[in-house]
């Protein structure tokens, strides 16, 4: 898979850059390793107790560690978090805090725990031995403090007790005190709209402090970046780590006897890397039971035979991206609003996206707190479009230089080349005659995107890390960005108060409010939230396809 420059930290795909990491959004492309050759085929399933799910290929097994999504959905069984996403959703519930609040300052959070949790190695779960995990990341040696190895921690909290590089700002993190074993209290230097979300993020997994120590979990081994508790894992879920196998590059995982919740339902949990191309013939073949990043034209055919194709809610947005700095025409509102009105949403939605695709709204999807229903909807309207350019002045016509990428492929941008042509159509109807720019994805069309120079129109997409809308917006509009060539102080000063504001009731009429704003102001066009999918065998029920890709295998069924 190519490198990228995109807007989901990189936490949900394979190892970049520093800079890819904080910028990247989810991606959708092979994110294993080599092919599954004859020396090491996906095991067949012999019985109803194991369950076998194809993936990319692992890295670390450390959350904390881990910049990846195939090494997360691992760890995601085996630790847990002080808070979790409801189930198919985005929303910060209870995890292994039954209760959690903020003080009114909005930099105090308290999190109730359960009571009676045991880690895999029998030791307890208690306040000391959170702050003994938060403790660890605010003080990661210079070693691990890689931007592609502590990414979650750098995104969210900044920098740690001692920086190693003076890229690193002073940590959000304060302190966390065990107030009693069950109260555990987290400090930060500032309020801000991370939390509660945050909180969810599988890198923020509270690991055993016994196994910590006894693994030296801060201290790489040899020639490896890792250290040894990277291969180990200690969490309370409702799976306990057995083996990795790197050569054969699987996992298994088996159910914990002693685990405070349901208990799963299926014995022995395999992850086993697999090639992409080769996942649907192993599935079909019954060597495996489920797969990932089902590809959009294997889908219908799959769930006609027979098999479970879970789509996930969208978590992601594709705009189209407006930059005002390089068109004056494109200053003004009356022409960002002709735009608005030329393109057809709906057909995207339905010529151009699978099953389970959105018309976008706002620039986040629906399940978050904060998403505004009576923003400017822009309808597709022709005609309004030619009134709105005659008004501006451009009653004879306006050309305009579209880019937009080839050879990639993301939940956001199935077909780029497809969307960009029916854009484009739409766009000529109006009246505004399109030059279109087609490149390579990295480095040409990011790098063109970025500086923002040369184009006028742009495809492009934003995916959230952890539900919040500050997430979305921030990412895109929270300061002067060449992207779209805005200079809206009053949005930045808006959006920098509700990132402000700790307690979230407070931040949703704010977020309410900014979502109208954006669809006045139109730094762009918000079009379409599109899905991705996993696939499981004809017999395999209970998993819950979850946004954030946090699904839950201690519920599935063979039935």
């Known amino acids: 898979m190519a490198a990228m420059r995109t807007r989901r930290w990189r936490i949900w795909s394979a190892a970049v850059s520093v800079a890819a990491l904080l910028l990247a959004a989810g991606c959708t492309g ?33 959350p904390a560690l ?30 292994l805090a039954e209760t959690f609040s903020v003080d009114g300052t909005g930099t105090v959070w ?6 009676g949790v045991t880690f895999h190695d029998g030791t307890a779960l208690d306040a000391a031995a959170v702050c003994a995990n938060f403790d660890r990341w605010h003080r990661l040696p210079a070693a691990l403090q890689a931007g592609d190895i502590s990414a979650a921690w750098q995104a969210v909290f900044g920098g740690f007790a001692k920086n190693a590089s003076s890229r690193l700002g002073a940590s959000l993190f304060k302190s966390c005190t065990a107030r009693d074993p069950a109260t555990a209290e987290i400090a ?43 291969n180990k894992p200690v969490g309370t879920g409702p799976y306990r780590f057995v083996s990795w196998d790197k050569a054969a590059r699987k996992v298994e995982l ?33 060597k495996i039971d489920g797969y990932d990043l089902v590809a959009v034209e294997d889908r219908k055919a799959l769930a006609e035979q027979g098999f479970h194709v879970l789509t996930r809610p969208a978590f992601n947005t594709l705009y189209l991206g407006i930059n005002q700095r390089g068109n004056p025409a494109l200053a003004k509102p009356e022409v960002r ?13 339905t010529e151009a996206f699978p099953d389970g695709a959105k018309l976008a709204l706002n620039f986040h999807p629906e399940l978050l707190p904060g998403w505004n229903p009576d923003v400017a909807a822009y309808p597709h309207d022709p005609a309004k479009a030619k009134e709105l350019l005659a008004a501006a002045g451009y009653g004879s016509g306006l050309k305009l230089r579209f880019h937009y990428p080839r050879n990639v492929t993301r939940p956001y941008l199935p077909d780029p080349k497809k969307i960009f042509e029916l854009l484009a159509a739409d766009l000529r109807a109006a009246g505004i005659e399109v030059e279109g720019v087609e490149l390579r994805w990295t480095p040409d069309y990011l790098n063109a995107v970025a500086k923002g120079t040369a184009h006028d129109l742009h495809l492009y997409g934003v995916t959230g890390n952890y539900g919040e809308a ?43 409010q900014l979502n ?44």
């Open 110 to 115: 308290t999190f109730r725990l359960k009571q």
């Open 30 to 62: 092979d994110k294993g390793g080599p092919p599954v050759t004859a020396s090491s085929p996906p095991p067949a399933v012999s019985t109803e107790d194991t369950l076998v799910f194809a993936m990319g290929q692992i890295r670390i097994l450390d």
């Open 188 to 230: 930060l230097t500032r309020a801000s709209s991370r939390f509660p979300a945050a909180f969810t993020l599988p890198s923020f997994a509270i690991s055993s402090p016994k196994a910590l120590r006894e693994q030296a979990a801060d201290k790489p081994v040899g020639g490896s970046r890792y250290p040894a508790y990277g």
């Open 516 to 559: 109208a704003r954006l669809l006045e102001s139109l730094p762009a066009v918000p079009l379409v939230h599109g899905p991705d999918a996993l696939v499981l065998d004809k017999n395999l029920t209970g998993i819950t396809p979850s946004p954030l890709t946090d699904e839950d295998f201690a519920a599935a069924l063979f039935t």
């Open 254 to 286: 088996e159910a914990f006897d002693g685990y405070h919740g349901p208990a799963a339902k299926v014995q022995h949990l395999i992850f086993q890397t697999v090639e992409a191309g080769l996942r649907k013939q192993a599935l079909l073949d019954g």
């Open 337 to 349: 609003q002709a735009i608005a009105y030329a393109v057809d949403r709906q057909r995207l939605v």
């Open 66 to 95: 881990s910049p990846d999504a195939e090494s997360l959905r691992v760890t995601r069984q085996v630790l847990e978090t002080l808070v979790q996403a409801e189930p198919g959703g985005a929303v910060a519930g209870p995890g």
């Open 470 to 512: 500050y997430d979305f917006m921030g990412q895109l509009f929270a300061a002067p960005n060449a992207e779209f060539g805005v200079t809206d102080a009053d949005l930045f000063a808006r959006l920098k108060a509700v990132d402000g504001i700790g307690d979230p009731v407070q931040r949703r009429p704010l977020y309410e």
